[in-house]
């Protein structure tokens, strides 16, 4: 059973930046792929970013340029690097990943950006 533990998120004023970091129980070499997510009020999920075992990372149009994601093997750890923070970025972002073909998900952790 793989866990995610995600942190990072808080509160931060428009143009700021913030670092998520996705902790994971398992060794995430073994990982097919890891995922940011978000989710904002009222809306659905949304893939923000992802990484693949290779380390081809992809990217939301709309985060492209501002956010990156990063993940360090040898500390099981995905990482979310987001600059240029925008009040439309306010979410809950959760960890996702892909191992042995099933879906594995953190419990989230909210990004307020204010104005």
């Known amino acids: 059973q793989v866990q995610l533990v995600e942190s990072g998120g808080g509160l931060v004023q428009a143009g700021g930046s913030l670092r998520l970091s996705c902790a994971a129980s398992?060794?995430?070499?073994?990982?097919?792929?890891m995922a940011w997510h978000r989710q904002a009020p009222g809306k659905q999920r949304e893939v923000v970013a992802t990484?693949?075992?290779?380390?081809?990372?992809g990217y939301t149009d709309s985060v492209k340029g501002r956010f990156t994601i990063s993940r360090d093997n040898a500390k099981n750890t995905v990482y979310l690097q987001m600059n240029s923070l925008k009040p439309e970025d306010t979410a809950v972002y959760y960890c996702?990943?892909?191992?042995?073909?099933?879906?594995?998900w953190g419990q989230g952790t909210q990004v307020t950006v204010s104005s």
């Open positions: 990484v693949a075992r290779g380390g081809i990372t």
């Open positions: 996702y990943a892909i191992y042995n073909a099933n879906n594995y």
């Open positions: 398992g060794s995430i070499f073994d990982f097919d792929a």
